[in-house]
C-alpha cells in the first residue's frame, strides 16, 4: 500500500508544484553566486591554478538566445584561493543574465580579482558557435609589484 504522503506526483501535479512552489535550494545558492575564498596553504611558493568550466551560459542581451561558453580560468594564487563549489555557483548565477560575450568574460575577471587578488590571472570563455560565428574572449590581469 502506498501512503498519501509517499504517492507519486502525476506529471501535471508535479509541473503545477514546479512552478508554484517557492525557488528550490540550488536555485537559491545560485542567486547568491557569492566568491568565497579560503588562505592559500603555500604563500611564498608560486605555482598556477587552472579551472574549466564547461557548462557556463548567459543570454545574449539582444535576441536573448541562450549562449554556452566553457571557462577556463588560470591564476597564480596570491593570499587566498577561490573554493571551486564557490565558483561553481557563481558561474551558474549567469545562466538567466543577459550579458554579451565580451562582458561576461570582462565581469567574471573583475570579480575574480576583487575576491581573490590573484599574482596573475587569466580567463578565457570559449563559446559555441551560434550562426555559424564561434567567438573566444580572453582577459589578463597581473597584480602590480
Not at 3 to 16: I, K, L, M, R, V
Not at 40 to 49: A, E, L, M
Not at 76 to 94: D, F, G, H, M, W
Not at 96 to 104: L, V
Amino acid at each position: 500500500m502506498i501512503h498519501p504522503e509517499t504517492q507519486p506526483f502525476s506529471t501535471a501535479e508535479f509541473e503545477t508544484q514546479a512552478q508554484t512552489s517557492e525557488p528550490k535550494y540550488g536555485e537559491r545558492h545560485i542567486a547568491q553566486g557569492e566568491l568565497i575564498t579560503f588562505p592559500n596553504p603555500r604563500i611564498g611558493r608560486r605555482y598556477d591554478i587552472h579551472i574549466t568550466l564547461p557548462e557556463f551560459t548567459c543570454k545574449c542581451p539582444f535576441s536573448g538566445y541562450p549562449d554556452f561558453a566553457t571557462i577556463y580560468l588560470s591564476y597564480v594564487p596570491n593570499q587566498r584561493v577561490v573554493e571551486l563549489k564557490a565558483i561553481k555557483l557563481y558561474i551558474n548565477s549567469y545562466r538567466d543574465r543577459y550579458i554579451s560575450h565580451e562582458e561576461s568574460v570582462n565581469q567574471i575577471l573583475d570579480d575574480f580579482v576583487a575576491a581573490c587578488d590573484p599574482l596573475e590571472v587569466k580567463i578565457k570563455g570559449d563559446f559555441l558557435p551560434r550562426g555559424n560565428v564561434h567567438t573566444v574572449i580572453e582577459v589578463t590581469h597581473q597584480k602590480d609589484a
